[in-house]
């Protein structure tokens, strides 16, 4: 009798560097991933500068799935759901089939938290979580130019960059008071909003779009301050929530994400949790490339035979705002204060403790160049 396979759900960043890292560990180990959608393995944090890189969704495909399968050795089931869990006989169910594991890995990313707004548009409000989601957005901007962005923060900012430097006409609507409001103090906000603003965005700041109505010519995006936006697309980039769902039917424990110790096990020892999904000790979710990258790498030994625990150093996220270039490290707490140097659009602004130790910092236009230097003050996201 074979074996069973080693079986990761996902084929987003977290599932395929995983699989990657594991081949370079266990070359013989049969593996299987399985993907609800084509399994095609791109960048995501492309999706959010393709029109700056002239690509559409198809080239930002860089191997289809098929591709991917040969070159890591392993099964790649593409559109292919997994439906059940069943920890006891470690076994899945997919939309086609049974299939069983000796180790199980979900990899299955974070869900579009849902809009809270009114109206009969809302079932037209598009999100971009993924190349389908993308191709999807791309089709309907296709000769049309008023975007309405719900959400300021990272990806809202960065599809206003996209968007505004490639002819669209973009309104950014956001409750807080300064684009990146979660992320960077009010100077660092107001610079990155001027720069946006010089585009052409125009910011709906302080304001939360409270109904999306379709209209004669697209949609009415009415606002708290009773504002009515007039947009071709509206596209929501109020945040991700882990998708838990497959992991708390199966009794596997959840708190804001797939709850995992420094292995990345999950509360059943023959299954592991990373990426978006995952809800680190700590209780943090890391929703970034690179601190999925260094769970991978971690995860892969811990299958391989070699239990290893996770250590992640500070990680800054370059925001990609090209026309004011931004790096964040968020302080992973409320407690403490900014210090801000430097003048408009040029900051280096530090988060430090009522004791005075640095705890993140944000960075615009020329004080980038501190990102590295900053980086090594900083405490590590989990030792
Ligand atoms: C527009 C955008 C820009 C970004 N830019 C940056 C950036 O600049 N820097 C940065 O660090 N991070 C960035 N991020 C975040 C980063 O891209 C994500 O943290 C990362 O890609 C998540 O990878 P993942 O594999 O965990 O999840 P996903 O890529 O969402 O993959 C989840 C996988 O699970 C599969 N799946 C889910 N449920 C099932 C099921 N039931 N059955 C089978 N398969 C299932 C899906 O089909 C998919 O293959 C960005 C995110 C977005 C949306």
């Not at 591709?67 to 099964?75: H, I, R, S």
């Amino acid at each position: 009798m074979t074996a069973a396979p080693v079986v990761i759900i996902g084929t987003g960043h977290a599932g395929y560097t995983l699989a990657r890292e594991f081949r370079k560990q266990a070359p013989d180990t049969p593996l299987t991933l399985i993907s609800a959608d084509d399994g095609a393995a791109y960048y995501k944090p492309n999706l959010s500068k393709a029109f700056a890189d002239g690509k559409d969704a198809q080239a930002l495909v860089m191997k289809p799935a098929e591709a991917q399968a040969e070159a890591l050795g392993a099964t790649v089931l593409a559109n292919t759901r997994v439906t059940g869990i069943d920890p006891q006989s470690q076994s899945i169910t997919t939309d086609t089939d049974r299939i069983s594991y000796s180790k199980l890995v979900l990899a299955v990313g974070a869900n579009q938290r849902a809009c809270p707004v009114e109206g009969d548009g809302i079932g037209s409000i598009l999100h971009v979580n993924s190349l389908a989601d993308y191709r999807d957005f791309r089709s309907r901007l296709h000769s049309k130019k008023r975007v309405a962005i719900l959400g300021a923060g990272l990806i809202g900012c960065e599809f206003a960059n996209d968007l505004g430097s490639n002819g669209f006409k973009v309104t950014l609507i956001d409750p807080l008071g300064w684009p990146l409001g979660r992320l960077v103090p009010e100077p660092v906000g107001v610079a990155i909003g001027n720069a946006l603003h010089g585009l052409g965005v125009h910011l709906g700041l302080r304001q939360m779009a409270t109904a999306v109505n379709h209209s004669e010519d697209g949609f009415a995006v009415t606002t708290s301050h009773g504002a009515t936006i007039a947009a071709d697309v509206v596209l929501s980039a109020i945040g991700l929530v882990p998708n838990t769902g497959l992991a708390d039917a199966a009794g596997l424990a959840c708190g804001r994400g797939i709850q995992v110790d420094a292995t990345m096990q999950t509360s059943n020892p023959n299954i592991f949790a990373l990426g978006d999904c995952a809800e680190l000790p700590g209780g943090q979710v890391l929703p970034y490339v690179l601190p999925i990258t260094h769970c991978a790498r971690t995860l892969a030994k811990t299958l391989a035979g070699e239990p290893t625990k996770l250590s992640l150093p500070a990680m800054p996220v370059i925001v990609k705002t090209p026309v004011c270039p931004t790096v964040v490290c968020p302080p992973a707490t409320d407690a403490g204060a900014w210090r801000i140097d430097g003048d408009s659009p040029n900051f280096e602004a530090v988060f430090e403790s009522p004791g005075g130790e640095p705890l993140g910092f944000a960075l615009t236009g020329d004080k980038l160049a501190r990102r590295g230097e900053l980086a090594k003050t900083m405490p590590p996201l989990l030792v």
